[in-house]
């Protein structure tokens, strides 16, 4: 990892129980500017559950999260959402078009958006421009979560939460997504966190959180025992 002062979100101790049963326990991570971070690991070890955590969707029963420095409860919850955005893995589309999507964060800040630049984001994730008058009921799983993710890149964060959003893309489609956010990443200063099982995915990472169980996780670069691993089913 790089050498950085204050992480830019860190997690530390967090701890969370639903139905009685332990989902995470005393679960501590950093995530730091510029870096791509995978988490994997089998069903059922927390790691939707830590993303929707992150992203202030739900509280931990115990443990601190701080945003630069500062615990995230001293943010109003907007002006928090804006710079640690999840992008879950089955996305909820807003209004009916795919244009009503793409135009909603813009619509959140009181301005209007620029056509033309909507329809540059579409053809840079292979989705045509007619696209914006679609329906977003006629949507396939993979447009669906293509639209979510430009919609999360519109205004763009410090930190990006992602679940899974690739796996209802084929695998050119898988690599075009993984290479923009990449490309993000080393440009932008973007932070990411990334919940995925692709093993070409994990290869890329600069770092791979593995979970095994609510209260045992690993963190480091990518080996090849991760890589084995990241075969199972989500």
């Given at each position: 990892?790089?050498?950085?002062?204050?992480?830019?979100?860190?997690?530390?101790?967090?701890?969370?129980?639903?139905?009685?049963?332990?989902?995470?326990?005393?679960?501590?991570?950093?995530?730091?500017?510029?870096?791509?971070?995978?988490?994997?690991?089998?069903?059922?070890?927390?790691?939707?559950?830590?993303?929707?955590?992150?992203?202030?969707?739900?509280?931990?029963?115990?443990?601190?999260?701080?945003?630069?420095?500062?615990?995230?409860?001293?943010?109003?919850?907007?002006?928090?959402?804006?710079?640690?955005?999840?992008?879950?893995?089955?996305?909820?589309?807003?209004?009916?078009?795919?244009?009503?999507?793409?135009?909603?964060?813009?619509?959140?800040?009181?301005?209007?958006?620029?056509?033309?630049?909507?329809?540059?984001?579409?053809?840079?994730?292979?989705?045509?421009e007619t696209m914006l008058d679609q329906p977003v009921t006629a949507?396939?799983?993979?447009?669906?979560?293509?639209?979510?993710?430009?919609?999360?890149?519109?205004?763009?964060?410090?930190?990006?939460?992602?679940?899974?959003?690739?796996?209802?893309?084929?695998?050119?489609?898988?690599?075009?997504?993984?290479?923009?956010?990449?490309?993000?990443?080393?440009?932008?200063?973007?932070?990411?966190?990334?919940?995925?099982?692709?093993?070409?995915?994990?290869?890329?990472?600069?770092?791979?959180?593995?979970?095994?169980?609510?209260?045992?996780?690993?963190?480091?670069?990518?080996?090849?025992?991760?890589?084995?691993?990241?075969?199972?089913?989500?």
């Open positions: 990892m790089k050498d950085q002062k204050t992480p830019l979100l860190a997690v530390d101790k967090i701890n969370y129980r639903a139905g009685g049963s332990p989902i995470l326990s005393d679960l501590s991570l950093t995530l730091n500017a510029g870096e791509f971070t995978l988490i994997t690991g089998p069903s059922g070890c927390g790691k939707s559950t830590l993303l929707k955590i992150l992203s202030s969707l739900i509280s931990p029963q115990s443990g601190e999260i701080t945003f630069a420095g500062k615990n995230i409860s001293q943010y109003a919850p907007e002006q928090y959402r804006q710079q640690v955005s999840y992008c879950a893995q089955t996305p909820s589309l807003f209004g009916d078009t795919v244009a009503d999507n793409l135009q909603f964060p813009w619509t959140l800040r009181r301005k209007t958006a620029d056509k033309q630049q909507l329809i540059k984001e579409l053809r840079r994730f292979s989705l045509p949507l396939s799983g993979g447009e669906k979560q293509r639209i979510s993710l430009i919609r999360h890149l519109q205004f763009l964060p410090q930190v990006l939460l992602l679940d899974e959003i690739t796996s209802a893309l084929d695998e050119q489609n898988k690599r075009q997504v993984n290479d923009i956010i990449h490309q993000y990443v080393r440009e932008k200063n973007l932070a990411v966190l990334w919940v995925t099982h692709d093993v070409d995915e994990i290869r890329h990472a600069d770092n791979v959180i593995r979970l095994t169980s609510p209260s045992a996780q690993q963190e480091g670069t990518p080996s090849e025992k991760t890589k084995e691993d990241a075969s199972e089913p989500a």
